[in-house]
């Protein structure tokens, strides 16, 4: 069967509008459903204005049976599962509200799909369900073991979905589990844009680089890595992107669930993150160390070689790459879509 329209929920994200670009550069058709609850319309206008062709949106939450009769209404091939809360303190805070949206979103978005005869689905799962890694690189065979309640709500929905794929042989799903996201697509009109004080490192750099965070604080300097910081695998997110896209082409009617990891192979320190920033954007980085922050882990990294056997997948785009990409995003839309 030709896949020609998909469904992208969470289409107006940080990585959702990197998609859009990718799939509509493919030729596809996108209808993005989004409630905006963490983006703005604007992102949208700006994927169209990349890719030079129109996005069908439905503004709404996925939780919503009206809504998603309306998505339905349109011949509907694949889709790409994105809208879900990601903030890992929040979800401490919140876990209902977690529970609520992302797994309760994911069984709505399953019925929406089931009612229409839709069988196929990539889900955004995270590196997080691995918890503290026992041995590196992390394969997809590692034990799952969250230690947050967003973990834990991405392992649920990886089981739904299992489940959901042994009930039917014409029903696919892939779980892609993402390490470190990071960049922006190279024309700077897309990236990504938090709301409040960013939590995670790339973009807390790029706003101190911009004036808007005045330091940063490196979370630990005792680690057992090469220099005492954290080591993540900072991906590009148009390589994550393109991951997205290869999944949902490769693996249509194979039937069953995969869950694949998608990474570099390779370990960045903050350290080193901070210097490749620094080289890439010609600004200073100030930084101080804290103690380590609570729920860290000293290193984690992928074995991505499942996503090449399956797909020929691998990511193409270095962390330097991600740097100036993220950079000029942030020097073009210094206020993120509100400018
Ligand atoms: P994001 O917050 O930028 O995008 C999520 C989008 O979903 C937003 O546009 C939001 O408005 C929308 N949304 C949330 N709940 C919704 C609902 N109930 N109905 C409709 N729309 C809803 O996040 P992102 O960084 O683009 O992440 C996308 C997906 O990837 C998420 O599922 C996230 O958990 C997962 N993920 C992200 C990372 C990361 O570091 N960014 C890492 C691993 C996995
Ligand atoms: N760090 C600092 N200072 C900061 C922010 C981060 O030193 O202000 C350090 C952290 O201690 C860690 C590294 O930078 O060593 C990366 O931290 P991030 O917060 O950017 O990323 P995490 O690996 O902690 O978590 C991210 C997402 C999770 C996701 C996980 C794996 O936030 O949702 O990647 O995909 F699950």
Known sequence: ???????????????????????????????????????????????E?????????????VRDREVMSRVFKRPIDGVIHFAALKAVGDSVKRPIDYYGNNVGGSIALLDAMHERGVHRIVFSSSATVYGVPEKLPIEESAPIRPINPYGQTKAMV???????????????????????????????LIG???????????????????????QLTVWGDDWPTPDGTGVRDYLHVMDLARGH??????????????????????GTSVLQMIAAFEVASGKKITYQFGPRRAGDVAACWADPSLAQRLWQWQAKLSVERACADGWRWQQQNPNGYRD
Request: proline content about 4%; overall charge negative; glycine content about 12%.
């Open 1 to 47: 069967m030709t896949l020609k329209t998909v469904l992208v929920t969470g289409g107006a994200g940080y990585i959702g509008t990197h998609t859009m670009v990718e799939l509509l550069g493919q030729g596809y058709e996108v209808v993005c459903l989004d409630n905006f609850s963490n983006s703005s319309p604007e992102a949208i206008k700006r994927v």
């Open 192 to 214: 990504e844009d938090p709301h409040d004080v960013p939590n995670n490192l790339f973009p807390f750099i790029t706003q101190i680089a911009i004036g808007k965070q005045a």
């Open 158 to 188: 990886e089981q739904m979905l299992l489940d959901w794929c042994m009930a039917d042989a014409t029903h696919t799903a892939i779980s892609l589990r993402y390490f470190n996201p990071i960049g922006a697509h190279e024309s700077g």
């Open 245 to 266: 896209v290869n999944a949902l082409e490769h693996a249509f009617g194979i039937g069953g669930h995969a869950t694949v990891n998608l990474g570099t192979g390779n």
């Open 49 to 61: 204005k990349i890719a030079g062709k129109k996005i069908t949106t439905v503004t709404g939450d």
